[in-house]
């Protein structure tokens, strides 16, 4: 699998959720691909880090995917400061594990919040730029979109409508606007960090030392599908660890 800086160079990147893990991970492949990147995120002190660091015209914006203002105005810096949007990575989100009952309703609210709300906020204001350049959008989903397993009812939820909503933009927004979904296994991020019920918590922790793959690989397989011909479109593109059941 391989990248070439012909093929990014000059394309203009969104990353939402770009301050750790998957996000940082695909700001740096993109950029060594020559891309110009904008870095979203809420630790504006991380970004900027990471924006100074990739230089080449990388711009850091603190926004939230879940405040509408704050992503309008990314929006307007981006298209201001770098001319437009070419790819969208919708990568921002949380997963709070636990059994479902009353008491983690304000967990539900905020999953669904930032990992399926979040993203539709952030397409829409970005849409007319990615119209306007033939662009692409990328989605970071899960194989808990496809799979959902006791403890994790609302995170699938959440995958599973960002998998369905894809699929309906894939055919709405063809051939203008590329629509692809990215959908990992356990991957060694943050991720686990914000689970609040312990035993959930103790759970994905073990199982995630045991086998989880790096943020690095999921950056290399997107790098790899928005560098392809415009002739084709990588749609959904699952991946495991190996060892994952």
Known sequence: MSTTSDQGAGRVAVITGASSGIGEATARALAASGHRLALLARRADRIQALADELGHGAIAIE???????????????????????DILVN????????????????????????????AMTVTEAFLDQLRDGGGDLVNLSSVAGRTARPGNAVYAATKWGLNGWSESLRQELQPDVRVM?????????????????????????????????????????IAFAVTRPRRMTLNEILVRPTAQQ
Request: aromatic share 2%.
């Open 63 to 85: 926004a939230d995917v879940t405040d509408r203002d704050s992503i309008s105005t990314a929006a307007a810096r981006v298209k201001a400061e770098l001319g437009g949007t």
């Open 91 to 118: 990568n921002a989100g949380i997963m709070l594990l636990g059994p479902f009952n009353s008491e983690a309703h304000d967990d539900h609210r905020r999953m669904i919040e930032a990992n399926l709300l979040g």
């Open 181 to 221: 979904v990215i959908e990992p296994g356990a991957v060694a991020t943050e991720l686990t960090d914000h689970i609040n019920h312990p035993g959930a918590k103790q759970a994905a922790e073990q199982m995630y030392e045991k086998l989880a793959i790096t943020a690095e690989d999921i950056a290399e397989v």
